[in-house]
């Protein structure tokens, strides 16, 4: 886990949890944009010794705690993550223990589809790492009841991750086991999904647990696609957000 600050710490600030797979500079132009009156910490989940590991979006939340606290930064605006990353800030978030004003996600796949459908997807996975990049191919259709059309998206992080660190990630997306928030908390709780994105799924079970929440769905959108490919105006949604008290 790598810890990166940007700008004045004196300036309220804005944590930043980097998506799976993408490095920090896909926030340059938030950044650039808000460096002025905000501080940024921008974290970055994925590596360990060197190498990709993913410990659970539980075990993470613990991890960023105590490293903020260790440097006694416990008071953000605005706690802001994209896609399997955003598990691990809304752990952070319900915990409490660091406090925030507000909480943006985007493309966060948040499913609860049970434990036997967990048990399926893993063993299916764990086995196409096994078997080259073959055997998974034989289930597609039945993974896609679970995961949509985007089962490549889950089949692209076979390679990348070691076993265990797999078996988080299934285990995240696919049996989420929702944190409480109050709903006063619930009510400062942003989550953004593409029409087009496998993890609109998800939507079901966020209003089951979080129904004070505020979701938006972007029309002809796919995964992370109005982040990455609009981000002018991304950031005036985010600008809009904090306009809201100041």
Same mark, same amino acid.
């Given at each position: 886990?790598?810890?990166?600050?940007?700008?004045?710490?004196?300036? &309220?600030?804005?944590?930043?949890?980097? &998506?799976?797979?993408?490095?920090?500079?896909?926030?340059?132009?938030?950044?650039?944009?808000?460096?002025?009156?905000?501080?940024?910490?921008?974290?970055?989940?994925? !590596?360990?010794?060197?190498?990709?590991?993913?410990?659970?979006?539980?075990?993470?939340?613990?991890?960023?705690?105590?490293?903020?606290?260790?440097?006694?930064?416990?008071?953000?605006?605005?706690?802001?993550?994209?896609?399997?990353?955003?598990? +691990?800030?809304?752990?952070?978030?319900?915990?409490?223990?660091?406090?925030?004003? !507000?909480?943006?996600?985007?493309?966060? &796949?948040?499913?609860?589809?049970?434990?036997?459908?967990?048990?399926?997807?893993?063993?299916?996975?764990?086995?196409?790492?096994?078997?080259?990049?073959?055997?998974?191919?034989? !289930?597609?259709?039945?993974?896609?009841?679970?995961?949509?059309?985007?089962?490549?998206?889950?089949?692209?992080?076979?390679?990348?991750?070691?076993?265990?660190?797999?078996?988080?990630?299934?285990?995240? +997306?696919?049996?989420?086991?929702?944190?409480?928030?109050?709903?006063?908390?619930?009510?400062?709780?942003?989550?953004?999904?593409?029409?087009?994105?496998?993890?609109?799924?998800?939507?079901?079970?966020?209003?089951?647990?979080?129904?004070?929440?505020?979701? !938006?769905?972007?029309?002809?959108?796919?995964?992370?696609?109005? /982040?990455?490919?609009?981000?002018?105006?991304?950031?005036? /949604?985010?600008?809009?957000?904090?306009?809201?008290?100041?």
């Amino acid at each position: 886990m790598f810890i990166d600050f940007i700008g004045d710490v004196n300036l &309220p600030k804005i944590l930043i949890i980097c &998506p799976i797979g993408f490095e920090k500079n896909i926030f340059d132009n938030l950044v650039d944009n808000l460096k002025q009156i905000y501080s940024f910490c921008i974290i970055n989940l994925e !590596y360990e010794d060197g190498k990709i590991s993913y410990k659970g979006a539980f075990n993470n939340a613990i991890k960023i705690e105590n490293l903020l606290s260790e440097k006694n930064m416990t008071e953000f605006k605005i706690l802001f993550s994209l896609s399997l990353s955003g598990m +691990t800030a809304i752990k952070l978030y319900a915990n409490n223990k660091i406090k925030f004003d !507000y909480c943006i996600l985007d493309s966060t &796949p948040m499913l609860d589809l049970g434990l036997i459908k967990e048990k399926f997807i893993t063993s299916v996975f764990l086995k196409e790492r096994a078997n080259s990049n073959s055997y998974a191919n034989e !289930y597609k259709d039945i993974l896609k009841t679970a995961l949509g059309d985007n089962v490549d998206i889950f089949l692209n992080m076979v390679d990348k991750f070691d076993e265990i660190s797999l078996k988080y990630i299934i285990q995240d +997306t696919i049996r989420f086991n929702f944190p409480k928030i109050q709903e006063v908390r619930q009510e400062k709780l942003y989550i953004r999904y593409g029409e087009n994105d496998f993890s609109k799924k998800s939507i079901k079970y966020i209003k089951s647990h979080y129904n004070k929440s505020k979701i !938006y769905i972007k029309k002809g959108m796919t995964h992370l696609q109005e /982040f990455l490919e609009h981000n002018d105006k991304y950031i005036d /949604f985010i600008k809009k957000i904090i306009n809201i008290t100041d």
